[in-house]
């Protein structure tokens, strides 16, 4: 029983899961031209955009969501808000350009947490020395990014690069890869990328020419989970599945308390039982 005391004394403490007072969600949606792709009815964007507002719907209304839209290079579209009209528009308005930045949408995606998370630090022109260090593993903060794409990164930095800078400033990652393995006829309407235009969709030299190895690395790395969907209801059930309903966050925190508990419990016990076992006179 002195022992445990003695133990409460030196003030321990736990990583422990806890409610997240707020929650920010960052979707990095890919509007590279390969999203035109029609082996998903009517197309890829447009079936993630019919996801992504069915999850915006679902979310809280507490629950801050923000946009960003990445092909050659990443652009916020929407500052974080719970004004679901102006997400709806958001995501309704997207276009599709050339090539693919996974690395520029984590990084434009945790530059936009910096803007409303004091924690968080943004990455672009941020001095080497003033990297933060990451924390000890499984303390995250309560923002997330939501990353799907349908292809593999070919323009900006690399992705596991900004999966590191994810890393060190506690935010997760959850990729999402979005397709089929078949090559189809591409095609969006003028709200989903320009005028109607022909061709196929091109493999990459990965499978479903989606670069899979990488996104489940980004979500190892960053504490967050991969997931792949090929078909419209395969996608609207992975935005079900996301852990995004109540966000926790790993916190230290000191349990001396229950030692003290403990140690108070066995010293009583102890007195209870030397008076239970003393002679009578």
């Not at 809280?60 to 990443?74: D, K, M, Y």
């Not at 935010?171 to 189809?184: A, C, K, Q």
């Not at 006829?185 to 899979?212: H, K, L, Q, W």
């Amino acid at each position: 029983a002195l022992a445990v005391l003695i133990l409460a004394l030196a003030r321990p403490a736990a990583s422990v899961s806890v409610p997240a007072g707020r929650a920010t969600i960052i979707l990095a949606l890919d509007v590279s031209r390969s999203m035109c792709s029609t082996d998903i009815p009517p197309n890829r964007l447009e079936a993630a955009q019919d996801a992504a507002l069915l999850f915006i719907q679902r979310q809280e209304a507490s629950t801050q969501i923000g946009i960003v839209a990445f092909a050659g290079f990443a652009e916020l579209i929407l500052p974080p808000t719970t004004d679901q009209e102006s997400l709806y528009n958001a995501v309704e308005s997207l276009t599709t350009a050339r090539w693919t930045a996974i690395g520029s949408a984590i990084e434009e995606s945790l530059d936009a947490i910096a803007e409303i998370n004091p924690n968080v630090v943004p990455v672009t022109g941020l001095a080497p020395e003033d990297e933060p260090e990451p924390s000890p593993h499984g303390i995250y903060e309560p923002d997330i990014i939501v990353l799907l794409t349908d292809g593999a990164s070919n323009r900006g930095p690399l992705p596991l690069d900004m999966a590191q800078q994810a890393v060190n400033r506690n935010i997760r990652v959850y990729p999402i890869g979005f397709g089929t393995e078949s090559g189809s006829v591409m095609d969006c309407t003028p709200f989903g990328g320009g005028a109607s235009f022909g061709g196929f969709g091109s493999g990459g030299g990965f499978r479903r020419g989606i670069d899979e190895e990488t996104l489940q690395e980004i979500a190892d790395m960053t504490g967050g989970a991969y997931y792949s969907a090929e078909s419209a209801g395969e996608l609207q059930e992975v935005f079900r599945e996301l852990p995004t309903y109540l966000i926790t966050k790993r916190e230290l925190q000191e349990i001396s308390f229950v030692f003290t508990m403990i140690g108070t419990v066995l010293v009583a016990a102890a007195i209870g039982l030397a008076m239970w076992w003393q002679p009578l006179s």
